[in-house]
């Protein structure tokens, strides 16, 4: 492997079990009553915080830039679900994220299983999945909100991304998967107990999703597995850290054709068998520079033994499967980065009332100001691109409106995943050029938003020129762009 790992099976055994305490104030039940969602919370804003020369860095939000301005784009019910969700994040996420961040950055194991196991129970997983496998019943717009948030209170984006991944593949595994393996893993992702990701990267390239070695051969009622896939979220904590485990919307090769798409199944790949992971599984997890407090990794399938009641759909059709799951999970990959983006514009806002240079607040200076705007309006683009897509998933797939299809996803999704990542980073990058000095402390936590954030623009759910990509096959024509592609 390219990168420093460490080896996750000498933490094997014993399973490191979540030692969770349940919360007495804030009793975490989703109620479905009449349509309506709402989540109970008690309110206390209580933000980490770090001083220096008497300027107080990552101060409690101002709410400068909240999102409470798209009239008559979100129902009474959705802003109500905010709210609540905000509520939540602010009290148990904000004031840990810094810390999160910090002890995960020194291990990569040091994930914070007690906070998830309350998110759960909070009912901020498997938002869309329906209430028969413990899901909330919402909509993927709710989802989206919830991300959102969430990464408004950890704009390092681990525990966003962990409740991305959680919101997005058990949709998909409702979607594809068997009853009795929806029954037995998603109401476990849905109380923070397990975690269902996607595992299609594999160390020659993540972008070429056609080009999967990872191979599965039937033999009698198990498919058997090698191969190694690598770069992937939630290793350590599907395979060692939370209690039962989960796995990953896993993309391998169940018949020859290399190098083509077809050929390729998708599986429900389930790490553990009898509280145990399965034989002929090495996992790894990396030191990743940004978004610390979710592991990445790889592992290797060295003949590894999975029931065929795994398989999701059909055989020979999972690239068609994961191409529509990317759609679902791109969406709250830019619900994340909107988050992260909306915290680092408080950020400028409040810095820019307390900094006064030349006399002057430096918010009277138009160099500042009218970049300011500038990012600003990219964010509120953004923002638009993410719950249009949002809506429009939950016309194709919970609405089952006729006028649309799953491949109607495919632009606006790409727009929201273009957009959203890149304007995040670049507002990180220059609120840090704002705070001047203070921004190149470990003390300012900017840096945190920053490197998690940037993690959007390299990869997750898909790379930035995919979506380009994506964009102009469906707007040129596709005979035209794939000509020149292959
Ligand atoms: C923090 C993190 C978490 C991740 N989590 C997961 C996960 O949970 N599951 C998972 O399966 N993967 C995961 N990934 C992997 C991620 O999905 C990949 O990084 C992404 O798909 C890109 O693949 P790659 O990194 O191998 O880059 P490549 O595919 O090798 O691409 C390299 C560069 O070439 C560009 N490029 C590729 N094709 C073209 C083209 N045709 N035209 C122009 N430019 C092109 C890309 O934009 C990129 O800049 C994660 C990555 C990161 C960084």
């Not at 209580?46 to 409470?68: C, D, H, N, Q």
């Not at 989802?143 to 990464?151: F, H, L, S, T």
């Not at 397990?194 to 990267?201: L, N």
């Not at 190694?228 to 290793?235: F, H, L, P, R, T």
Request: aromatic residues 12%; proline residues 5%; contains cysteine.
């Amino acid at each position: 492997m390219p990168v420093s790992s460490q080896l996750l099976k000498s933490a094997l055994p014993p399973v490191r079990m979540a030692s969770f305490e349940p919360c007495k104030v804030c009793v975490a039940l989703l109620i479905v009553k009449a349509g309506l969602l709402r989540l109970k919370y008690v309110n206390a804003l209580t933000p980490s915080r770090a001083v220096i020369g008497g300027f107080e860095l990552s101060a409690p939000p101002t709410g400068a830039t909240y999102a409470k301005d798209m009239p008559g784009f979100f129902t009474e019910e959705e802003e109500m679900f905010r709210e609540t969700v905000r509520e939540f994040c602010m009290k148990y996420i904000a004031p840990k994220w810094v810390e999160i961040d910090e002890k995960a950055a020194v291990d990569p194991m040091e994930v914070p299983v007690d906070l998830i196991k309350k998110m759960g129970e909070q009912g901020l997983f498997c938002i869309a999945n329906s209430d028969k496998y413990g899901g909330q019943g919402g909509t993927y717009t709710m989802a989206a909100i919830a991300v959102d948030e969430i990464a408004y209170a950890d704009p390092a984006v681990a525990l966003a991304v962990y409740a991305l991944l959680n919101n997005g593949w058990p949709a998909m595994l409702e979607i594809y998967g068997k009853e009795e393996v929806c029954q037995e893993v998603i109401p476990k992702v849905a109380k923070g107990e397990a975690f269902f990701g996607i595992a299609t990267t594999e160390p020659q390239g993540g972008s070429d999703i056609a080009g999967i070695r990872m191979t599965a051969t039937k033999k009698g009622n198990v498919y058997v597995f090698n191969g190694e896939k690598a770069y992937i979220s939630g290793v350590g904590e599907a395979f060692v850290k939370l209690p039962w485990g989960g796995g990953f919307f896993l993309v391998a090769r169940t018949s020859e054709s290399p190098g083509t798409h077809r050929g390729l199944s998708a599986f429900a790949f389930i790490g553990r068998k009898d509280g145990k992971l399965r034989n002929g599984i090495s996992p790894t997890v990396y030191h990743d520079i940004g978004r610390c407090g979710l592991t990445t990794g790889g592992f290797i399938c060295n003949d590894v033994e999975l029931e065929d009641v795994y398989l999701l759909g059909e055989e020979g059709k999972g690239f068609y499967y994961v191409m529509e799951g990317f759609n679902a999970a791109r969406i709250v990959v830019a619900a994340a980065c909107l988050g992260g983006a909306r915290w680092l514009l408080d950020q400028a806002v409040q810095w820019f009332h307390q900094r006064k240079l030349f006399g002057r607040p430096i918010a009277s200076f138009q160099g500042i100001n009218f970049k300011f705007a500038e990012l600003y309006a990219r964010y509120e683009a953004a923002r638009y691109f993410v719950y249009r897509a949002a809506r429009l998933f939950d016309e194709v797939y919970f609405k089952k409106n006729p006028n649309f299809k799953p491949q109607d996803l495919n632009v606006p999704v790409a727009l929201a995943k273009m957009t959203a990542p890149e304007t995040a980073v670049d507002i990180a990058e220059e609120v840090m050029k704002w705070y001047g000095a203070y921004a190149y402390t470990k003390e300012a936590p900017i840096f945190r938003a920053w490197l998690g954030l940037f993690s959007y623009v390299i990869g997750a759910e898909g790379a930035q020129n995919i979506m380009r990509y994506i964009i102009a096959r469906d707007t040129i024509g596709a005979e035209a762009v794939r000509k020149w592609w292959a």
